[in-house]
């Protein structure tokens, strides 16, 4: 095909085919975890008493779903003008950064819980998540600020694809979450581990969860910021955003999976008597109604308990 403002027609709609499938499959695998987690998310969720952990799993959940859900239909619709292309995205912007907001949140507060609710770990990370969401809506914004025109052939051509060069400030947008991700995965893997091999396993059922949960997240997280990373830099302009489903819908379903687990073993653990430090409760008070065995006795160390 004939190029279209320097774009290789043939190409382009290659690509956008590719990403087109990417947000649909992304869409999918948000709505079958949905569907075979839906009993486990009633009984734990939406029967419980309302808590920190019930409003960010629903938020989560469904604020999720419907993003998931706008960037699919962005992809499959012709867009007629620039500038509903520019609105669309601008909202998708602010969306996906409120997802991994709410992802640095819930890792913020199990880094919190492990180290004992100490302040100085909030004086650290409440400002790191602040400055990582300010950059990245700033880069969000100003990035798609600059791609008009777009690229407008009819039905042939489905999604918002820019004309313009698109600014080498959105290569540093995949950064600020995996560097956020790798730190408090850093403290969470430190913690659980000096824990269980001072005091083993035995009767720390939250803390080997929260290590396993923990090096899951990291993964899944890895698995898709490092080739969004990468596109960034060395894709194709049109192939620049093909991760942004993927990396949603992952980020999305590992934090529903990790309160739903968190919910569970502490369900479990209700009933047991005298097996508990009085005020080990008190340092998941913010996490659910129902005791854990999450030690609060310093900032620094666990107190075993016998189960």
């Known amino acids: 095909m004939e190029p279209y403002g320097g774009f290789d027609l043939h190409e382009l709609m290659w690509d956008a085919n590719n990403t087109n499938y990417l947000a649909v499959a992304s869409l999918a695998l948000l709505v079958y975890d ?24 629903l938020w989560n959940r469904y604020f999720a779903l419907f993003t998931l859900g706008l960037n699919t239909s962005i992809r499959l619709r012709e867009m007629k003008t620039d500038r509903v292309c520019g609105t669309y995205l601008q909202i998708l912007s602010v969306n996906a950064t409120l997802i991994i907001c709410t992802v640095d949140f819930v890792l913020m507060l199990r880094v919190w819980v492990l180290y004992g609710r100490l302040k100085a770990v909030l004086y650290v990370m409440i400002p790191s998540i602040i400055f990582e969401v300010i950059v990245m809506a700033y880069l969000g914004s100003a990035t798609i600020s600059g791609l008009n025109p777009y690229v407008h052939i009819g039905p042939a051509l489905l999604g918002c694809y820019s004309l313009a060069i698109v600014p080498k400030m959105y290569n540093i947008y995949p950064v600020p979450p995996l560097l956020v991700t790798s730190v408090m995965f850093s403290l969470t893997a430190y913690k659980c581990a000096q824990t269980l091999y001072g005091y083993g396993r035995h009767g720390m059922p939250i803390v080997s969860l929260f290590l396993r949960d923990g090096v899951f997240w990291f993964l899944a997280v890895l698995a898709v910021g490092l080739p969004h990373m990468i596109l960034s830099y060395v894709a194709r302009l049109s192939l620049v955003t093909v991760m942004i489903g993927p990396s949603l819908a992952v980020y999305s379903i590992v934090v529903s999976r990790a309160l739903i ?3 569970g073993i502490m369900t479990s653990q209700t009933g047991v008597d005298g097996t508990y430090d009085s005020r080990v409760r008190t340092n998941l008070d913010f996490w659910s109604d129902t005791p854990s065995d999450i030690p609060s006795r310093s900032s620094s160390q666990f107190i075993r308990e016998d189960i």
């Open 261 to 263: 687990n968190v919910k």
């Open 34 to 57: 949905h569907l075979i987690s839906l009993r486990e998310e009633v009984d734990l969720i939406w029967k419980s008493h309302w808590s920190v952990t019930k409003g960010v799993y």
